[in-house]
């Protein structure tokens, strides 16, 4: 029906950057709200950042001024662009999309299969 491929994670020590890439394909008719969410091992998992269809984008309190989301409508892609990177930053980052398929004529929410974010100190 519908898959997520994130791509760009890594190590990376403190202070430094990664870009990550999520790519949407399948049966999709259109893509509403795309989204980077993380999760630690033992905890649950948090968003970080959102990005509407129309342009609007939300972030966590503990990312702002250092992530930014962005988005390619024609590619079906979101990106996240994480500067000064700390260690608390580390985690399996998820991607998520909410979309409306040929098949389904309705929205759901898909997720990626994450990548491994580790900053070291």
């Known amino acids: 029906q519908v898959q997520l491929v994130e791509s760009g994670g890594g190590l990376v020590q403190a202070g430094g950057s990664l870009r990550l890439s999520c790519v949407a394909s399948?049966?999709?008719?259109?893509?509403?709200?795309m989204g980077w969410y993380r999760q630690a091992p033992g905890n649950q998992r948090e968003l970080v950042a959102t990005?509407?269809?129309?342009?609007?984008?939300n972030y966590a309190d503990s990312v702002k001024g250092r992530f930014t989301i962005s988005r390619d409508n024609a590619k079906n892609t979101v990106y996240l662009q994480m500067n000064s990177l700390k260690p608390e930053d580390t985690g399996v980052y998820y991607c998520?999309?909410?979309?409306?398929?040929?098949?389904?004529?309705?929205?759901?929410?898909?997720w990626g299969q994450g990548t491994q974010v580790t900053v070291s100190s």
């Open positions: 998520n999309a909410d979309v409306t398929t040929w098949s389904a004529r309705r929205h759901d929410g898909y």
């Open positions: 990005s509407t269809s129309g342009g609007s984008t």
């Open positions: 399948g049966s999709i008719f259109t893509i509403n709200a």
